[in-house]
């Protein structure tokens, strides 16, 4: 009898159509409570709902809202971090900027990051 063997999905370019933006609030003014949104970085991402492994970190922040990317790595141009902000420009969805909660390098695979995001408090 022959064993089946699953085998994962892979990512690829095609399924990268979801168009977002990476930024970060900077205080450059005058006033502490003067802040301008600085762009960082902007890519295509492939968008799927969160895994129950992404639930988990969600829940330890109790966000209501998540959603988990995968953008293809940019290297030494940009690097995700938890204090960065997302725009996900999707029609679809009913809120558009989410909070960076984790970011797990080379997964799926070897050139990419998947990026867990949770509703913005």
């Given at each position: 009898?022959?064993?089946?063997?699953?085998?994962?999905?892979?990512?690829?370019?095609?399924?990268?159509?979801?168009?977002?933006?990476?930024?970060?609030?900077?205080?450059?003014?005058?006033?502490?409570?003067?802040?301008?949104?600085?762009?960082?970085?902007?890519?295509?991402?492939?968008?799927y709902a969160p895994s129950m492994k992404d639930q988990e970190i969600l829940?330890?922040?109790?966000?209501?809202?998540?959603?988990?990317?995968?953008?293809?790595?940019?290297?030494?141009?940009?690097t995700p971090k938890t204090n960065h902000i997302v725009r996900v420009e999707?029609?679809?969805?009913?809120?558009?900027?989410?909070?960076?909660?984790?970011?797990?390098?080379?997964?799926?695979?070897?050139?990419?990051?998947?990026?867990?995001?949770?509703?913005?408090?």
């Open positions: 009898m022959a064993q089946m063997r699953f085998k994962n999905r892979k990512v690829q370019s095609g399924d990268m159509r979801t168009p977002v933006i990476f930024y970060q609030y900077v205080n450059e003014g005058p006033y502490p409570d003067d802040f301008e949104e600085k762009t960082l970085y902007q890519c295509f991402a492939h968008t829940g330890v922040y109790e966000a209501s809202l998540g959603l988990t990317i995968v953008i293809r790595d940019p290297w030494q141009d940009y999707d029609f679809r969805l009913e809120q558009q900027t989410f909070n960076v909660y984790e970011v797990r390098l080379d997964a799926p695979e070897t050139g990419f990051i998947t990026i867990v995001l949770g509703d913005k408090k």
